[in-house]
């Protein structure tokens, strides 16, 4: 007779001899096996030694684990935790991409990082399928970005004048073995006594907790001073100038969200197909703002689609002097919004009525509406900051009554840019086209970011580093496109 306990062990690893046989045909899970095995079968020469029978024989091959890795974050699971916890549960759509094998953690995660490339070229192979099965329309190309929270806390961070203070104490401690005595004292052996109080005191007032705990790793021993040392060189070289140093994950940059809130987080960028929403580019940076983001974006797009497609869009953050001559120089129609422009598709408050955006532009007779109904007339070219501008101004500003509200000088003045590529922009914005395409935008753009973080519970990125956080989002990109693979045909 099998005891309870035994009977429960016997069930729980219970699987079928036939694994998928239960599962519909029309099952995801057969589509994303499909498209992992096309892709390796065609791409073999990115397979490590396993492919080549070379080596010891390995426990998991290639297209398992990264059939299986694709499979957890379509269903919302991205830790390598959560998918060995995931195997528990004996599930069959796991069963079958494994063929009933259960790797463990470790396994998964050694998997992980030392195939981010194949990932990558993944992300690539679908966009292939793509264009294929004619999921790429090439018409319109949606660049947009967000903010996402990084793996690292706001509170273990330490600044630069405390990074060159340890530096300093580096080298003292060299060449003067009293003050190594005295700091080992303290901090190895917690004893503070009349010789060692100054110093420490000196100490404290110049270092933060972190760095004190950075400082004592130094006393322990040649090998863990010399990796505080090469620690101490990885975070200077992250340091952008500006704010303290994430010790958590260095490349991480302080930026605001959404919301406002300032925090260590990552600028994620998408550029997305307007025909079916597949995404055909996407980079992940630690730049808090979107001005330096055009031109590598628009590159991404033309190496993945090798063309431009017919236009772009993006948001005013992009338009930037350099992106509006890359789009000259590259024969690109794009589509973006001066500051003016875009002010006027956001909420104003009331004492906002005579700022220059609710002046109106009249672009046959090349002037400017007031609030008040008064035209400001083109007068004179201005170069301001090196930069040249149109001048527009009337002389029934000294009669007008709301005169202290409009400005505060001899007369009311509306500089308009006299940059003929950024003239060019605002006509094609402002135009019936552009107008149209620009609100299709919104949809195209910005509900990727919607369903990352709402429907498919992204809590944020979950790995540190750059390279790893941005191959944790390349995931989440085929996952994404792959869905719309199975959706269209």
């Not at 008040?372 to 149109?390: A, G, S, T, V």
Request: glycine fraction near 4%; proline fraction near 3%.
């Amino acid at each position: 007779m099998v005891n309870a306990a035994k009977y429960r062990e016997i069930q729980s690893n219970f699987v079928l001899n036939v694994p998928g046989e239960n599962l519909d045909d029309d099952n995801l899970v057969f589509l994303v096996e499909r498209i992992i095995q096309s892709f390796l079968s065609e791409n073999s020469f990115l397979l490590s030694d396993e492919e080549t029978k070379q080596g010891r024989p390995k426990t998991y091959q290639t297209g398992e684990l990264l059939s299986f890795i694709v499979w957890g974050v379509l269903n919302g699971i991205n830790s390598c935790r959560g998918l060995e916890n995931w195997l528990k549960h004996n599930d069959e759509c796991c069963n079958y991409i494994l063929n009933n094998k259960k790797p463990s953690k470790s396994t998964i995660a050694r998997f992980y990082n030392s195939n981010m490339f194949l990932i990558e070229e993944l992300f690539r192979y679908t966009i292939n399928l793509g264009i294929k099965y004619d999921l790429i329309g090439f018409e319109h190309v949606a660049i947009d970005g967000t903010i996402l929270k990084a793996n690292a806390s706001n509170f273990r961070v330490i600044k630069i004048d405390e990074l060159e203070y340890l530096e300093y104490l580096i080298d003292e401690l060299e060449n003067n073995n009293e003050l190594l005595f005295e700091l080992e004292k303290y901090f190895l052996n917690d004893v503070l006594d009349e010789n060692n109080y100054n110093i420490i005191k000196e100490i404290k007032n110049k270092l933060k907790r972190e760095a004190l705990k950075l400082l004592t790793k130094i006393l322990v021993n040649k090998q863990e001073k010399q990796d505080v040392l090469d620690f101490i060189t990885y975070l200077k070289v992250n340091y952008n100038g500006k704010n303290t140093i994430s010790l958590t994950d260095p490349e991480s940059r302080w930026m605001k969200d959404k919301k406002g809130n300032m925090g260590l987080n990552y600028n994620y960028q998408v550029a997305i197909d307007d025909k079916y929403d597949f995404i055909v580019a996407q980079k992940l940076v630690n730049d808090p703002t979107d001005h330096h983001q055009f031109i590598p974006m628009a590159d991404e797009v033309k190496m993945n689609l090798n063309r431009h497609p017919t236009l772009y869009t993006a948001d005013n953050a992009y338009l930037t002097d350099n992106a509006l001559e890359y789009c000259y120089k590259n024969n690109i129609t794009a589509i973006m919004p001066d500051r003016t422009e875009n002010i006027k598709t956001k909420p104003q408050k009331p004492e906002n009525r005579y700022r220059k955006h609710n002046f109106q532009y009249n672009w046959y007779t090349d002037a400017y509406i007031c609030p008040e109904n008064q035209i400001l007339e083109y007068q004179n070219n201005r170069r301001i900051n090196n930069k040249p501008y149109r001048v527009y101004s009337t002389k029934q500003c000294k009669n007008c009554i709301y005169s202290q509200e409009c400005y505060k000088g001899i007369k009311r003045e509306i500089f308009r840019t006299a940059n003929p590529l950024k003239i060019k922009m605002s006509e094609n914005y402002n135009s019936d086209l552009g107008k149209q395409t620009y609100k299709k935008r919104f949809h195209t753009g910005e509900t990727y970011f919607a369903i990352l973080k709402k429907s498919r519970k992204f809590p944020g990125i979950q790995r540190k580093t750059t390279k790893k956080a941005q191959t944790e989002l390349t995931l989440q990109t085929i996952a994404h496109n792959i869905k719309i693979i199975q959706k269209h045909l």
